[in-house]
């Protein structure tokens, strides 16, 4: 990759960064040398080093004496505008080497805080998707989707628990129900795991989780509201554009 203009730090920061999310670069990984860092890109060595240590502060690579490998604890970086432009955009709402397996697809009268959030009355259903998502043996994320009911006639894969059709859920209720996202809201804080929580990411029980809840609607209400965890020393990262 010669020739052109100069790449800065954040450009070959943000190439190994991309490759270690994709799974292409899996945990433990040797990258190139400095030197033949410096050659592909056509920069100095301080460069180089200067984008290798956003990535070592950012956890996704560590160094050693005998030099720099990507690290053993996985990274989750999808900030809400991004799931929300790959959502508009008919794209998958994994991760790259990400895949998600379905644990419960139901219709159950929700808890009240839910059908609160649905404007349901008593005793109304709405479908619950329950799944877990990993990349390779790591366990990335336990989550617990909920939908309108009237969406199971409409998208009938909501009640499936074939894991084969979770990947692109969200699109293809879109696509189904003729809806659009137009406003979402993320709110996260970190707890303790429940037991089932803990279960779920082959964690013990207690330990420290991120718990996150999105909420994704439209001007005729929620269409999609997930409430997820993940385990400690993953990163959510969002990117602001002027």
């Not at 040797?30 to 592909?40: F, M, Q, T, V, Y």
């Not at 009237?150 to 696509?175: I, Q």
């Not at 089932?196 to 994704?216: D, F």
Request: overall charge neutral.
């Amino acid at each position: 990759m010669s020739g052109g203009a100069p790449k800065t730090y954040t450009v070959i920061a943000d190439h190994y960064r991309q490759r270690i999310l994709s799974g292409e670069l899996e945990p433990g990984t040797k990258l190139p040398s400095n030197k033949e860092i410096c050659g592909r890109w056509g920069v100095a060595v301080a460069t180089v080093s200067r984008a290798l240590q956003h990535l070592q502060v950012e956890g996704y690579v560590r160094t050693s004496p005998r030099g720099t490998f990507v690290a053993d604890d996985p990274r989750v970086t999808a900030s809400s505008q991004e799931r929300l432009a790959r959502v508009s955009r008919r794209k998958s709402s994994l991760m790259d080497g990400e895949t998600s397996r379905v644990t419960a697809a139901e219709l159950v009268v929700p808890p009240l805080y839910v059908a609160d959030l649905f404007d349901l009355d008593t005793g109304d259903q709405i479908i619950r998707r329950e799944y877990v998502v990993g990349r390779g043996r790591a366990r990335t994320m336990f989550a617990v989707s909920w939908y309108p009911a009237h969406f199971a006639a409409l998208c009938p894969d909501l009640l499936s628990t074939n894991p084969a059709r979770n990947d692109g859920m969200t699109a293809r209720v879109l696509e189904a129900t003729g809806r659009t996202i137009t406003v979402g809201r993320d709110d996260m804080h970190a707890r303790e795991a429940s037991p089932r929580e803990a279960s779920a990411l082959a964690l013990s029980p207690g330990s420290a989780i991120l718990a996150l809840v999105h909420r994704w609607s439209d001007e005729q209400g929620i269409i999609e509201y997930t409430e997820c965890c993940l385990p400690t020393r993953f990163t959510i990262g969002y990117d602001y554009a002027p």
